[in-house]
Protein backbone atom coordinates (compact mmCIF):
# COMPACT_ATOMS: atom_id res chain seq x y z
CA UNK A 1 0.00 0.00 0.00
CA UNK A 2 1.40 2.99 -1.26
CA UNK A 3 1.29 6.42 0.91
CA UNK A 4 0.57 9.29 -1.33
CA UNK A 5 2.23 11.57 1.92
CA UNK A 6 4.85 9.88 1.42
CA UNK A 7 5.70 9.99 -2.04
CA UNK A 8 4.61 14.08 -1.50
CA UNK A 9 7.16 14.07 1.81
CA UNK A 10 10.01 12.16 -0.35
CA UNK A 11 10.40 15.49 -2.44
CA UNK A 12 12.43 18.26 -2.32
CA UNK A 13 9.82 20.26 -1.12
CA UNK A 14 6.52 22.02 0.65
CA UNK A 15 7.77 25.33 0.23
CA UNK A 16 5.54 28.34 1.41
CA UNK A 17 4.61 29.73 -1.70
CA UNK A 18 1.04 30.38 -3.02
CA UNK A 19 0.01 30.56 -6.40
CA UNK A 20 -3.24 32.65 -6.50
CA UNK A 21 -5.97 31.69 -8.98
CA UNK A 22 -9.11 33.30 -9.54
CA UNK A 23 -10.73 30.12 -10.46
CA UNK A 24 -14.24 29.08 -9.09
CA UNK A 25 -14.20 26.45 -6.39
CA UNK A 26 -14.54 22.79 -8.13
CA UNK A 27 -18.04 21.62 -8.16
CA UNK A 28 -19.54 18.24 -7.86
CA UNK A 29 -19.39 17.20 -11.43
CA UNK A 30 -15.55 17.71 -11.98
CA UNK A 31 -15.53 15.69 -8.30
CA UNK A 32 -16.91 12.89 -10.07
CA UNK A 33 -14.75 13.36 -12.86
CA UNK A 34 -11.43 13.64 -10.55
CA UNK A 35 -12.33 10.53 -8.93
CA UNK A 36 -11.71 8.50 -12.40
CA UNK A 37 -9.38 10.88 -14.10
CA UNK A 38 -7.17 11.92 -10.87
CA UNK A 39 -7.17 15.30 -12.25
CA UNK A 40 -10.09 17.78 -10.81
CA UNK A 41 -8.72 20.65 -13.33
CA UNK A 42 -8.31 22.92 -10.83
CA UNK A 43 -5.71 22.60 -9.14
CA UNK A 44 -2.17 20.87 -9.66
CA UNK A 45 -2.24 17.28 -7.77
CA UNK A 46 1.29 17.05 -6.72
CA UNK A 47 1.36 21.12 -6.14
CA UNK A 48 4.33 21.46 -3.37
CA UNK A 49 3.54 24.51 -0.60
CA UNK A 50 0.24 25.35 -0.23
CA UNK A 51 -2.80 25.83 -3.12
CA UNK A 52 -4.65 29.01 -2.90
CA UNK A 53 -8.43 29.11 -2.50
CA UNK A 54 -10.56 31.29 0.05
CA UNK A 55 -12.43 31.03 3.35
CA UNK A 56 -15.53 32.77 1.48
CA UNK A 57 -18.84 31.92 3.45
CA UNK A 58 -21.02 29.57 1.66
CA UNK A 59 -24.20 31.22 0.43
CA UNK A 60 -27.49 30.30 1.46
CA UNK A 61 -27.75 28.86 -2.33
CA UNK A 62 -25.23 26.40 -1.70
CA UNK A 63 -26.52 25.70 1.75
CA UNK A 64 -29.96 25.18 0.88
CA UNK A 65 -28.67 22.68 -2.09
CA UNK A 66 -26.92 20.84 -0.10
CA UNK A 67 -29.12 20.32 3.07
CA UNK A 68 -30.66 16.93 1.26
CA UNK A 69 -27.41 15.49 0.52
CA UNK A 70 -26.73 12.67 2.42
CA UNK A 71 -24.43 11.39 4.77
CA UNK A 72 -23.79 7.41 5.98
CA UNK A 73 -23.50 6.63 9.37
CA UNK A 74 -20.88 3.64 10.33
CA UNK A 75 -23.50 1.31 9.94
CA UNK A 76 -24.09 2.47 6.42
CA UNK A 77 -27.74 4.27 7.26
CA UNK A 78 -28.22 7.36 5.64
CA UNK A 79 -28.87 10.94 6.57
CA UNK A 80 -29.29 14.15 4.99
CA UNK A 81 -26.86 16.58 5.66
CA UNK A 82 -29.15 18.94 7.24
CA UNK A 83 -29.85 16.49 10.22
CA UNK A 84 -26.44 17.25 11.07
CA UNK A 85 -27.15 20.84 12.33
CA UNK A 86 -30.23 21.00 12.96
CA UNK A 87 -34.02 19.36 14.04
CA UNK A 88 -34.98 17.82 17.08
CA UNK A 89 -32.01 16.99 19.58
CA UNK A 90 -29.40 18.90 17.66
CA UNK A 91 -27.49 22.06 19.57
CA UNK A 92 -28.07 25.61 18.55
CA UNK A 93 -24.83 25.79 16.90
CA UNK A 94 -22.73 23.11 15.01
CA UNK A 95 -19.28 22.83 13.99
CA UNK A 96 -19.13 20.38 11.20
CA UNK A 97 -15.21 19.32 10.47
CA UNK A 98 -14.62 17.82 7.46
CA UNK A 99 -11.27 15.41 7.47
CA UNK A 100 -9.54 13.55 4.59
CA UNK A 101 -9.25 9.93 4.29
CA UNK A 102 -9.65 7.82 7.15
CA UNK A 103 -6.63 6.75 7.13
CA UNK A 104 -4.36 10.10 6.95
CA UNK A 105 -2.39 10.34 9.95
CA UNK A 106 -2.71 14.16 10.12
CA UNK A 107 -5.90 14.47 10.66
CA UNK A 108 -6.06 11.47 12.83
CA UNK A 109 -3.65 13.82 14.73
CA UNK A 110 -6.40 16.67 14.83
CA UNK A 111 -9.11 15.10 15.76
CA UNK A 112 -7.56 13.55 18.57
CA UNK A 113 -6.30 17.10 19.85
CA UNK A 114 -9.61 18.80 19.10
CA UNK A 115 -11.22 15.62 21.21
CA UNK A 116 -8.23 16.17 23.97
CA UNK A 117 -8.87 20.45 24.09
CA UNK A 118 -12.86 20.73 23.32
CA UNK A 119 -14.39 18.21 25.37
CA UNK A 120 -18.51 18.15 25.10
CA UNK A 121 -18.59 18.57 28.58
CA UNK A 122 -16.94 22.04 27.83
CA UNK A 123 -19.61 22.46 25.53
CA UNK A 124 -22.34 21.94 27.51
CA UNK A 125 -20.77 24.36 30.22
CA UNK A 126 -21.43 27.36 27.91
CA UNK A 127 -23.96 29.69 28.66
CA UNK A 128 -27.50 29.35 27.18
CA UNK A 129 -27.82 31.43 24.46
CA UNK A 130 -31.51 30.27 23.50
CA UNK A 131 -33.05 27.63 21.41
CA UNK A 132 -32.05 27.42 17.67
CA UNK A 133 -32.33 23.45 16.96
CA UNK A 134 -35.62 23.39 16.83
CA UNK A 135 -38.43 21.72 19.02
CA UNK A 136 -37.06 20.73 22.21
CA UNK A 137 -34.01 23.03 21.61
CA UNK A 138 -32.65 24.70 24.74
CA UNK A 139 -33.87 22.17 27.04
CA UNK A 140 -31.19 19.13 27.74
CA UNK A 141 -29.46 20.19 24.44
CA UNK A 142 -26.10 22.03 24.34
CA UNK A 143 -25.39 25.20 22.45
CA UNK A 144 -22.52 23.76 20.75
CA UNK A 145 -21.58 20.93 19.18
CA UNK A 146 -19.26 19.07 17.20
CA UNK A 147 -19.48 16.54 13.84
CA UNK A 148 -17.15 15.08 11.62
CA UNK A 149 -17.65 14.07 8.10
CA UNK A 150 -14.82 11.81 5.97
CA UNK A 151 -15.10 11.16 2.52
CA UNK A 152 -14.27 7.31 2.98
CA UNK A 153 -16.10 3.81 3.19
CA UNK A 154 -18.39 4.19 6.57
CA UNK A 155 -17.02 0.95 7.22
CA UNK A 156 -14.16 2.60 8.38
CA UNK A 157 -15.49 4.62 11.38
CA UNK A 158 -15.25 2.33 14.11
CA UNK A 159 -11.49 1.96 13.21
CA UNK A 160 -10.80 5.90 12.49
CA UNK A 161 -12.73 6.89 16.07
CA UNK A 162 -11.05 3.85 18.32
CA UNK A 163 -7.87 5.94 16.31
CA UNK A 164 -8.57 9.36 17.63
CA UNK A 165 -10.28 8.80 20.29
CA UNK A 166 -13.23 11.21 19.21
CA UNK A 167 -16.07 11.16 21.66
CA UNK A 168 -18.69 13.39 18.59
CA UNK A 169 -20.45 11.21 15.77
CA UNK A 170 -18.66 10.63 12.57
CA UNK A 171 -20.03 10.37 9.30
CA UNK A 172 -19.24 9.59 5.79
CA UNK A 173 -19.61 11.41 2.53
CA UNK A 174 -18.13 8.74 -0.17
CA UNK A 175 -19.31 10.50 -3.27
CA UNK A 176 -17.29 13.88 -1.76
CA UNK A 177 -20.16 16.35 -3.34
CA UNK A 178 -20.19 17.64 0.07
CA UNK A 179 -16.66 18.95 -0.13
CA UNK A 180 -16.92 20.03 -3.59
CA UNK A 181 -20.20 22.28 -3.06
CA UNK A 182 -18.50 23.66 0.03
CA UNK A 183 -15.62 24.68 -1.91
CA UNK A 184 -13.16 22.09 -0.35
CA UNK A 185 -9.96 21.32 -2.94
CA UNK A 186 -7.79 18.55 -4.06
CA UNK A 187 -3.87 18.15 -3.45
CA UNK A 188 -1.03 16.09 -1.85
CA UNK A 189 0.57 19.60 -0.88
CA UNK A 190 2.04 19.12 2.52
CA UNK A 191 2.68 22.84 3.30
CA UNK A 192 5.51 24.84 4.65
CA UNK A 193 5.13 24.13 8.36
CA UNK A 194 4.08 21.47 10.72
CA UNK A 195 0.87 22.82 12.97
CA UNK A 196 0.81 23.17 16.23
CA UNK A 197 -1.90 20.13 16.27
CA UNK A 198 0.62 17.62 14.97
CA UNK A 199 2.56 16.03 18.09
CA UNK A 200 4.02 13.23 16.19
CA UNK A 201 6.67 13.55 13.27
CA UNK A 202 5.64 12.76 9.91
CA UNK A 203 7.73 9.62 9.05
CA UNK A 204 5.86 8.30 11.93
CA UNK A 205 2.42 9.41 10.91
CA UNK A 206 2.78 7.84 7.58
CA UNK A 207 3.73 4.32 8.82
CA UNK A 208 0.63 4.15 11.08
CA UNK A 209 -1.44 5.45 8.44
CA UNK A 210 0.12 2.30 6.01
CA UNK A 211 -0.26 -0.05 9.37
CA UNK A 212 -3.94 0.68 9.64
CA UNK A 213 -4.14 0.02 6.00
CA UNK A 214 -2.73 -3.20 5.58
CA UNK A 215 -4.62 -4.12 8.83
CA UNK A 216 -8.18 -3.39 6.78
CA UNK A 217 -6.60 -5.51 3.87
CA UNK A 218 -8.81 -8.91 5.35
CA UNK A 219 -11.92 -6.95 5.19
CA UNK A 220 -11.67 -5.59 1.54
CA UNK A 221 -11.49 -1.80 3.35
CA UNK A 222 -7.27 -1.01 2.59
CA UNK A 223 -8.45 1.15 -0.93
CA UNK A 224 -11.31 2.50 0.71
CA UNK A 225 -10.10 4.82 3.23
CA UNK A 226 -11.13 8.12 0.43
CA UNK A 227 -9.74 9.97 -1.81
CA UNK A 228 -6.04 10.69 -0.78
CA UNK A 229 -6.06 14.42 -2.24
CA UNK A 230 -9.13 15.65 -0.84
CA UNK A 231 -8.58 18.08 2.03
CA UNK A 232 -11.17 19.43 3.99
CA UNK A 233 -12.27 22.36 5.85
CA UNK A 234 -14.78 23.51 9.40
CA UNK A 235 -18.00 24.99 8.82
CA UNK A 236 -19.75 26.43 11.74
CA UNK A 237 -23.96 26.43 11.61
CA UNK A 238 -26.03 28.56 13.59
CA UNK A 239 -29.59 29.88 13.18
CA UNK A 240 -30.43 33.39 12.62
CA UNK A 241 -30.94 35.41 15.84
CA UNK A 242 -34.49 37.80 15.68
CA UNK A 243 -32.79 39.99 17.75
CA UNK A 244 -29.68 40.46 15.76
CA UNK A 245 -28.83 44.07 13.86
CA UNK A 246 -30.89 43.02 11.01
CA UNK A 247 -31.51 39.61 11.82
CA UNK A 248 -28.71 37.95 11.11
CA UNK A 249 -26.20 35.45 12.62
CA UNK A 250 -23.56 36.32 15.62
CA UNK A 251 -20.76 34.36 16.37
CA UNK A 252 -18.61 35.03 19.65
CA UNK A 253 -16.03 36.41 17.47
CA UNK A 254 -17.84 38.86 15.85
CA UNK A 255 -17.41 37.79 12.14
CA UNK A 256 -19.28 39.96 9.66
CA UNK A 257 -22.08 38.15 7.31
CA UNK A 258 -22.76 38.56 3.80
CA UNK A 259 -24.61 41.03 3.23
CA UNK A 260 -26.94 39.96 1.46
CA UNK A 261 -27.61 38.14 4.67
CA UNK A 262 -29.64 41.44 6.02
CA UNK A 263 -31.98 41.31 2.65
CA UNK A 264 -32.55 37.69 3.26
CA UNK A 265 -35.35 36.16 5.49
CA UNK A 266 -34.13 32.56 6.20
CA UNK A 267 -37.67 31.21 7.59
CA UNK A 268 -38.01 27.68 9.08
CA UNK A 269 -38.65 24.59 7.53
CA UNK A 270 -40.38 21.64 8.37
CA UNK A 271 -38.50 18.34 7.49
CA UNK A 272 -39.30 15.29 7.83
CA UNK A 273 -35.94 13.25 8.86
CA UNK A 274 -34.53 9.98 11.03
CA UNK A 275 -33.74 11.26 14.36
CA UNK A 276 -29.63 11.35 15.08
CA UNK A 277 -30.38 9.74 18.91
CA UNK A 278 -31.60 6.65 17.50
CA UNK A 279 -35.05 7.33 18.81
CA UNK A 280 -36.82 7.26 15.67
CA UNK A 281 -38.39 10.33 15.72
CA UNK A 282 -38.49 13.17 12.88
CA UNK A 283 -36.39 15.85 12.86
CA UNK A 284 -39.80 18.47 12.45
CA UNK A 285 -39.60 22.52 12.81
CA UNK A 286 -35.62 22.48 12.56
CA UNK A 287 -34.62 25.76 11.77
CA UNK A 288 -32.91 27.21 8.43
CA UNK A 289 -29.20 28.02 9.81
CA UNK A 290 -26.16 29.53 8.09
CA UNK A 291 -22.58 28.98 8.10
CA UNK A 292 -20.87 32.08 10.18
CA UNK A 293 -17.20 30.84 10.07
CA UNK A 294 -15.48 28.54 7.88
CA UNK A 295 -11.91 28.01 7.04
CA UNK A 296 -10.44 25.37 3.93
CA UNK A 297 -7.49 23.83 4.13
CA UNK A 298 -5.00 24.85 1.61
CA UNK A 299 -2.94 21.40 2.31
CA UNK A 300 -3.18 18.33 4.13
CA UNK A 301 -1.89 19.68 7.48
CA UNK A 302 -3.76 23.14 7.40
CA UNK A 303 -6.85 22.39 9.50
CA UNK A 304 -7.85 25.40 11.41
CA UNK A 305 -5.55 25.27 15.18
CA UNK A 306 -7.36 24.57 18.13
CA UNK A 307 -7.04 28.13 19.62
CA UNK A 308 -8.92 29.08 16.80
CA UNK A 309 -11.85 27.01 16.94
CA UNK A 310 -12.23 26.97 21.29
CA UNK A 311 -12.73 30.88 20.48
CA UNK A 312 -14.96 30.31 17.41
CA UNK A 313 -17.45 27.90 19.95
CA UNK A 314 -17.22 30.65 22.27
CA UNK A 315 -14.63 28.56 25.01
CA UNK A 316 -12.29 31.06 27.14
CA UNK A 317 -8.68 30.77 27.34
CA UNK A 318 -8.58 28.95 24.47
CA UNK A 319 -4.79 28.95 23.56
CA UNK A 320 -3.81 27.48 27.50
CA UNK A 321 -6.94 25.31 27.51
CA UNK A 322 -5.79 23.59 24.34
CA UNK A 323 -2.34 23.26 25.29
CA UNK A 324 -0.21 24.69 22.34
CA UNK A 325 1.49 27.34 21.38
CA UNK A 326 0.63 29.87 18.80
CA UNK A 327 3.20 30.78 16.15
CA UNK A 328 2.89 32.95 13.49
CA UNK A 329 0.99 32.10 10.59
CA UNK A 330 -1.36 29.60 12.44
CA UNK A 331 -4.63 29.34 13.61
CA UNK A 332 -6.33 31.55 10.92
Known sequence: MTSPEAAVA?????????????????????????????????????????????????????????????????????????????????????????????????????????????????????????????????????TAFICVVGCGDPALIDMYADATGCPYPIYADPTRRLYAELGMIRTLALGPRRPDYMRVGLAKSILVSIAQGLGQVGKGLAHKGGDAKQVGGEFLFEPVVEGGAGGVPETPIGIGPPPAWDKTKVEAGTRSETSLDGKGEPDSDGVDKVVTWCHRMRNTRDHAEIPTLMKVLGLEGGERAAGVVKTSGSGR
Open 10 to 142: SKDGADSGTNPTSEAPPTAANQDAAAVTGDDGVNPLDFEGSVHTSDDLPTLETIRKIDHYTVLDKDGKSHTFRSLYTGRHTARRVLIIFIRHFFCGNCQQYLRTVSESITPQSLLSLPSAGGGGGKGAGRGVG
